[in-house]
C-alpha cells in the first residue's frame, strides 16, 4: 500500500508563487515516477509535471518556465515550486505515484490564484 499526502496549498495573488509538497510512504519500492496533476472545477484532471525515478522531468506547456518539479529520493518526497502564478491555475492538486503498473494519488490540496 502506497500513502501520498500533500501540502503546501493555499491563496495566492496572481504573480505569487507557492511551493508544494508530497510525502510517500508505505510499499514504496520500484517507483517509476512521482508528479502532479491538477484539476479545476468543472475541468478534467490535467497533468502538471512529473520526475521519473532518474530525474527526467516532464511539464504541462502551460506552466512551461514557471513551474519546477524536484524529488527527493531519500526522503521519499516530491516537490512542485509555482512561481508566477496565475488564476487559471486555480484548482485542486493532487500528487501522483505511478510503480509496477499501479498509480495512486493523495487528497489533492487547493491552490487559489486571485487576480
Known amino acids: 500500500q502506497v500513502q ?3 501540502s503546501g496549498g493555499g491563496l495566492v495573488q496572481a504573480g ?5 509538497s508530497c510525502a510517500a510512504s508505505g510499499s514504496i519500492i520500484s517507483i517509476n515516477s512521482m508528479g502532479w496533476y491538477r ?11 512529473t520526475i521519473t525515478s532518474g530525474g527526467s522531468t ?5 506552466v512551461k518556465g514557471r513551474f519546477t518539479i524536484s524529488g527527493d529520493n531519500a526522503k521519499k ?11 487559471e491555475d486555480t484548482g485542486v492538486y493532487y500528487c501522483n505515484l505511478k510503480r509496477l503498473g499501479f498509480a495512486y494519488w493523495g487528497q489533492g490540496t487547493q491552490v487559489t490564484v486571485s487576480s
Do not use: I
Open 58 to 62: 516532464n511539464y504541462a506547456d502551460s
Open 16 to 20: 505569487g508563487s507557492l511551493r508544494l
Open 39 to 49: 484539476q479545476a472545477p468543472g475541468k478534467q484532471r490535467e497533468l502538471v509535471a
Open 77 to 87: 518526497m516530491v516537490y512542485l515550486q509555482m512561481n508566477s502564478l496565475k488564476p
Open 4 to 6: 501520498l499526502v500533500e
